[in-house]
């Protein structure tokens, strides 16, 4: 996974073995044998990959683009996966998805939707907040 997850993050920020290489102290062989599954870089290493690439060093190590096809994603962005829409539209949003963006049982969810970028979710209460500062923004000039 590693190997695979760097040369696609590589090229994908086209950037060479050698570029990479400089950009982290290493030699451009190392870089290629990483690549390759040859050997792994140490720990020091991912976490400079991973800060070079801007993704986490979890996702750099163990993200699997089996599922998704997908490569891995930049930091602080997550594919939880697929869900299906029930009968009557409901959707059950994965355990990972609900821990990580800390949602409980009857938390409500404001839905978003772009006909050409898809729906997206968002938290009431942050949504809440949101509407509140701009209502305050706009409120100051008055």
């Given at each position: 996974?590693?190997?695979?997850?760097?040369?696609t993050?590589?090229?994908l920020h086209?950037?060479?073995?050698?570029?990479?290489?400089?950009?982290?102290?290493?030699?451009?062989?190392?870089?290629a044998?990483?690549?390759?599954?040859?050997?792994?870089?140490?720990?020091?290493?991912?976490?400079?990959?991973?800060d070079?690439?801007?993704v986490s060093?979890?996702?750099?190590?163990?993200?699997?683009?089996?599922?998704?096809?997908?490569?891995?994603p930049?930091?602080?962005?997550?594919?939880?996966?697929?869900?299906?829409?029930?009968?009557?539209?409901?959707?059950?949003?994965p355990?990972?998805?609900?821990?990580?963006?800390?949602?409980?049982?009857?938390?409500?969810?404001?839905?978003?939707?772009?006909?050409?970028?898809?729906?997206?979710?968002?938290?009431?209460s942050?949504?809440?907040?949101?509407m509140q500062?701009?209502?305050?923004?706009?409120?100051?000039?008055?």
């Open positions: 996974m590693l190997n695979e997850n760097l040369l993050i590589r090229k086209k950037l060479s073995q050698e570029d990479v290489a400089e950009k982290i102290g290493v030699s451009r062989q190392a870089v044998k990483w690549e390759n599954g040859e050997t792994a870089p140490d720990i020091y290493n991912c976490k400079a990959l991973a070079l690439f801007d060093l979890d996702d750099l190590v163990n993200f699997s683009s089996e599922n998704t096809g997908l490569p891995v930049p930091k602080g962005k997550y594919i939880f996966g697929v869900v299906t829409v029930g009968e009557k539209g409901q959707i059950v949003i355990k990972k998805a609900r821990d990580v963006f800390d949602l409980k049982a009857g938390d409500g969810l404001v839905i978003l939707g772009d006909e050409e970028q898809g729906l997206a979710m968002i938290k009431a942050a949504m809440m907040n949101l500062n701009i209502s305050d923004f706009f409120g100051k000039d008055k």
